[in-house]
């Protein structure tokens, strides 16, 4: 069965700087990786999606993410954390029809 | 992006009442519904998938007598929790797909937190 890993349930950054939020996954085969944002009171929205083609993945608001099979990772990346980006992310791998969820990340975003 | 909402988008119900949540996907035909359950702090977990005019399919441990899903239309899922208990209180998320598998991506509702007393 597949899964991901989020090594970290809050994460905490200072606006303009850098972000990163970690996770690893485990599949026996080439997976298809997603990183989701949910803000309150908002349905979940897809950041990026990795689907076996370039291995470093740009998504909206300046997000990206890079599969790295060598390490099984998939980390979400962000050069200037705005005030916005304040919510839960949550790494996702598919199965099937199936989206198997992280345990979410908390980014939380100081002034 | 795609716009799916639900309804409510909170609930307080009486222990031992049946509660309904609707999934409504606005400006596509959700050929497939999901729904998840995500509990405080915690991931979603999915309960069910359902095409449109055919019966869900549940995940392990999850009740189907308990969680009724109708997918009636291609624009309309319902959940419905009967005989709600306390330990059903939970945060309820449904997603719409127009297809499985990729490249169908699946678009989320804001949820609906249900709170039975």
């Known amino acids: 069965a597949q899964s991901v890993t989020q090594l970290d349930s809050h994460v905490s950054v200072s606006e303009g700087t850098p972000v990163l939020l970690r996770c690893n996954y485990s599949s026996s085969y080439s997976p298809s990786l997603f990183w989701y944002v949910q803000h309150p009171n908002k349905g979940l929205q897809l950041l990026l999606k990795y689907t076996s083609a370039a291995t470093l993945v740009k998504g909206i608001n300046g997000f990206e993410a890079e599969f790295k099979k060598s390490e099984t990772s998939f980390h979400l990346t962000k050069p200037s954390a705005h005030m916005s980006d304040a919510a839960e992310y949550f790494c996702?791998?598919?199965?099937?029809?199936?989206?198997?969820f992280g345990t979410g990340t908390r980014l939380q975003v100081f002034p | 992006g795609a716009v799916v909402s639900q309804h409510p988008s909170w609930v307080i119900c009486k222990s031992g009442t049946s509660v309904k949540i609707e999934c409504r996907s606005l400006?596509?035909?959700?050929?497939?519904m999901f729904w998840y359950r995500q509990f405080p702090k915690q991931s979603l977990m999915l309960m069910a998938t359902?095409?449109?005019?055919?019966?869900?399919?549940?995940e392990q441990g999850v009740e189907k007598d308990k969680f009724l899903i109708n997918h009636a239309s291609l624009t309309l899922s319902t959940l419905t929790v009967t005989s709600a208990h306390p330990e059903d209180s939970s945060f309820y998320i449904c997603?719409?797909?127009?297809?499985?598998?990729?490249?169908?991506?699946?678009?989320f509702g804001p949820g609906t937190r249900l709170t039975v007393t």
């Open positions: 400006d596509f035909q959700a050929t497939t």
């Open positions: 996702v791998v598919s199965e099937g029809d199936k989206l198997i």
């Open positions: 997603s719409s797909s127009e297809g499985t598998g990729q490249p169908y991506e699946q678009y």
């Open positions: 359902s095409n449109e005019g055919s019966k869900a399919t549940y």
